[in-house]
C-alpha cells in the first residue's frame, strides 16, 4: 500500500529523529561503560530530541530508570495510524534497536479496536501485516495475551503481541492476567530451584515480581508470568490513542514493562508528551482521505421518524449514485446510514425513550427495508459480529447503536449519521462524527455526493449544534477543517475549494475599524450588554394579560378524523425516490389531554402553570360551542390554533415590554463603541471560484471588501447589488452575512440581519455621510413577519433621529443611519430616492 504525502512525512520525520537518537545514544553507551553514576546526567532522548525538533522536551525513565525515547506522531481520525504504526516499527527495529527480531508490545484502548487490529495483522494478505513482513524478513509472529511464545519465537522472529489496555492496567483485579504467574514462560527465567540465577536476575533487573523476599528461606523466587516476561525482553512499546493510557495507573504500567522505545499514536495527545510530527485534517483532505464537506440537517419537526425517514431517504440517494459509480469503475460502495437512539436493552423499551427496535421497526414497516438490511450493535446484541461491511456479499445498510460505534469502529462506507437522541444530549454528534468521515479506498470519487457525509438531527439548537460538531472534529484530530461544516439552510456547491480571507479594498482602508453600527443595549450597573429576547424581554412579559378570546370562534370539523398509516418503500422511479406501498386507516382515538396540551404551548409560554390554566381556559371557551366528543376528535388542531394566538399575543406583549424598557430607559440604542455598537469586520472569509461582478461582466468596484462571492445570493440580492455598485453618488457597499454580521435584536426572538450596508459620499468633507441598512424582499414576502421588520426599521430610524451621532462619537460623521425595507417590486425606485 502506498503511502499518501502527509505519510511518507511522517515516516521521514520519524527517520530523522532516530538517526539522532542512535548517535547520542551510542555516546551514552560509552559514557555508561566508562562511568555509569556520569551517564545519569546524559539524557540521550532528550539531546536527539532538541536537535531535531528545535522544541521542549518531556523526560522519561522505564522501570529500571534508564533514559526512554517517548515520542508522539500526532494523526487526525482516518488518516491510517495503523499503517504508519507498522512502518514505524520497522524503521525503529532497523534504525534504534538494530535488529529485525524480538517482542512489540501493540496496545490498544478498546475491545472493537483491539479486534480490527488483530484480525489484520494476522491476515497475511493484509497490507498491515505485509509490511511487518518486510520488516522482519517474512518472520513475524501475531500473538494475544493468551497465546504463549518462548525465547527461540523471539530471537528468530518479531513478535507482535497486542494488549487491551484495562489489561495492563495491575489495579484492575479482573483484568490481571498479565501479571498472573503462567508456567509456559518459564524459558525465560532459571529454573525454579536456581535460586542464586533468581537473584541474579533480579539484581539486573529489580522491578521483577517475585513470590518470596530476599531474607526468607528459599530466596527469591521470580514469577514466570506474562508481566515479568515483557519486563526481561524489553519491548518496543507502540500505543494506539495514546492520550487513553495518561491515567497515572496506567502509565506506571506500561513504564514498569521496561520498554526500550515508546511510539505513541492518537489525534489529541495530552499537553506532556513529546509531538515529533503534527499531521492536520486539511492535510488528509488534501490526500483524498476523508469525505467533506460535512452536511447537516436538522429537521424541526418534533418526530423523530420524520429524522429518519429523512436520513432513509438520503442513504438511498447516494446508494443509486454509487452503483452508477461501480459500474464506471468497477468499485463497489454500499453507504451505510448510523442510527443512534437513546436505549437498546432488551428490557428498556417504553414510550419515553427511542429505543433501537422501535427504529427497526419504523425501517421494517414504514420503509420496507428487509431486515437482513439492518443491525443493532449493543453490549448485548452485536448482529454486525463476524460480517465484512465492505463484502460485495454483505446486505448491513443501517446500523442501530446507542454508543458501541463510539471509540475505534471503522468502516469507510458509513456515510450517514442520524441522531435520534435527546436534543439536549451532547454525547451523540460529538462521539460519533469521526465515524462517517472516511472515505472509501482512501481517495476522491469525483462525485460530490459521494465525496462528503451527511448528518441528520431532530430539534436542535443550530449554534448549539455546530458546536458540538466542532467539538467532534477537535476531538478526532480535526479542528482545522472544522469550518467545512454545510448546514441544509445554507448549503452551497463549493465543495472542496479551500476557504481565504479577503480585506478592504485598498480606497476603503482608512474606515477599517471605523464604520460602527448601532443596536440594542442594556445598562447593568457600570457596564453595558446586547439585548438578550429571553432574558430582558419575555421574563418580563405578565401573561394574566394574554387574550385568547378568539379561540372560542374557531370551526371544528363533526367528523371522526381518520389515523392513517402510509408505509413508504424504495420507488423504482429514480427521481421519486419514495413511493407509497399501503396504507391503512383506522378511527381516531384521540382524547382530551390537558397536560400533553400544557406542554405544546411552554414552546410558546416559558411557565408551565401559566400554561396549564391557559390551556383550561382555552378549552372552555370552546367547550361553549362544541361537545367534547368534538372537541377530542379537533384535539391537535385545536392546539394548533391555539399556538397561533399564543404566538401573537406573546408578540403583541413583548412590543409593549421592548417600548416600555425604551421609555423608562431601561433599553437604549447605541452607536458607541463602550456602550456595545457593533463594528464591521477587518477581513472576512470567503470559499469561492465565482466573483460578482457587474451586469457588463466587468469588476465589482465599491465593494467594501475586494472580493464578493456569487454564491449565496438570490437574484433580487444580485440585482440590488449590482445597482448600488453602479451609483457614481455611492461611496462603498457591504454584504452582511446572516448569522454571523451585524443584526438588530428587536422584540421578536429572532434576530433581523440585513442584507446590506451601504454608504454614500459626503463630498464636502472627503468621507462618508449617511449609512443604509437594507433589507430585501421579494413581493411573495410581503407577510407578518415583514410587517416587524418595518416596524422595528421605523422605531430604529425614530430613535436615530433624536441625536446626532456626531455627539456620540467623534469619528462619526454628522448625519447619521436610515433603515429601509425594499421589496422587489418598487428597489430601484426606492434606492433611488434615498441614494440619488
Known sequence: MKLKQYQEKVIDTLKIYLGALNEFKTKYKKVFDFDADVAKDYNFPKRAWVQVAGKAYHSKTNGLQEPLPDIYLKVPTGG????????????????????????????????????????????????????????????????????????????????VLLLMLPSANRQNKETLKVFRDQGGFTGFFPREDNFEGHKKIKELIPNLDCFSLEN??????????????????????????????????????????????????????????????K???????????????????NKASLDWENTLLASYEKRNELEQKTKEYEADTNEYIRPICLIQVERTGKDQRDTQYIHAEDAKEYLIKKCNVPESHIAIKSSEKDDIEGFDLFSNDCNIRYIITKQALQEGWDCSFAYVLTILTNPSSATG????????????????????ALDECYVFTFRQNAKTLVSKIKSGLEDEGLGDIAGRIVSDEAETDTGGLKERDTYYRPGFKKYEGKIYLPKFVIQEKESWRDLNFDVDILSRIDWENINIDEIKNIALQNKRSKEQEIILGLSEEEQEVLKETGRAEKTGTLEIDEVFLTRQISEIIPNPWYCFNIGERALKLVSANYDQKTIATNFVFIIEELKKVLDRERNRLAEQVFKRMITDKKLFFFLITDKGSFTLPSRIKVRSNKQLVRNDNTPIQKSLFDYVPEENINSLEKSVAVYLDEQEKLLWWYRNMSRQDYHIQGWKRTKIYPDFIATDKDESKNDYGTIYILETKGIHLKNEDTKYKQDVFALCNELGAKKAWKELFDEFPDSGFEFQVIFEDEWQNKLNGLII
Open 80 to 159: 491510517g495510524k495503523t499503517l504508519l504504526a507498522c512502518h514505524a516499527i520497522g524503521n525503529i527495529q532497523k534504525t534504534y534497536l538494530n535488529k529485525q527480531t524480538g517482542l512489540v508490545l501493540w496496545i490498544v484502548p478498546s475491545s472493537q479496536i483491539y479486534r480490527q487490529t488483530i484480525s489484520a495483522l494476522k491476515n497475511r494478505a493484509h497490507p498491515y501485516r505485509q509490511v511487518l513482513d518486510i520488516s522482519s524478513g517474512g518472520r513475524t509472529l501475531i500473538k494475544e495475551k493468551t497465546e504463549l511464545f518462548n525465547p527461540l519465537d523471539v530471537t528468530e522472529n518479531l513478535v
Open 216 to 277: 526468607e528461606v528459599f530466596g527469591i523466587q521470580i514469577k514466570t508470568s506474562l508481566g515479568n516476561t515483557l519486563k526481561v525482553l524489553r519491548p518496543l512499546v507502540v500505543i494506539d490513542e495514546g492520550h487513553r493510557a495518561y491515567g497515572e495507573l496506567a502509565r506506571k504500567t506500561i513504564i514498569d514493562f521496561n520498554p526500550s522505545f515508546i511510539l505513541e499514536f492518537s489525534a489529541t495527545p495530552p499537553p506532556d508528551s513529546n509531538e515529533l510530527v
Open 279 to 297: 499531521i492536520t485534517g486539511r492535510e488528509l483532505h488534501e490526500e483524498e482521505m476523508i469525505k467533506l464537506d460535512i452536511h447537516l440537517t
Open 429 to 448: 454528534i460529538t462521539q460519533l462524527v469521526g465515524r462517517i468521515l472516511r472515505q472509501p479506498f482512501a481517495h476522491k470519487t469525483k462525485i460530490k
